[in-house]
């Protein structure tokens, strides 16, 4: 990706890089992604709803359907992340 230019991709695209996620996590802050520990960038504005379960585990749940399930240790560090963008 060039300097200034904005990253693309369709709905559930992945893509393979040999990039630290710490360095797209950098590169992606600008444009509205967050990282969803451990091994996901998540564009905020794709996030429907991020639910706690009663073991305090939690699963957010994207506009596309798909609902990623995260620990409940990991989830107070994505909801501060959230809060600071």
């Known amino acids: 990706m060039r300097p200034g230019q904005a990253p693309t991709a369709s709905r559930n695209t992945v893509r393979r890089t ?28 794709a996030i429907e709803v991020a639910k706690t379960r009663h073991s305090g585990d939690f699963d957010i749940t994207l506009r596309s359907g798909e609902v990623i399930r995260r620990s409940r240790r990991l989830r107070k560090n994505l909801m501060r992340q959230a809060q600071r963008e």
């Open 18 to 45: 040999r990039r630290t996620m710490a360095d797209l996590e950098q590169e992606l802050k600008p444009y509205g992604f967050i990282r969803i520990p451990r091994s996901r960038l998540v564009r905020r504005g």
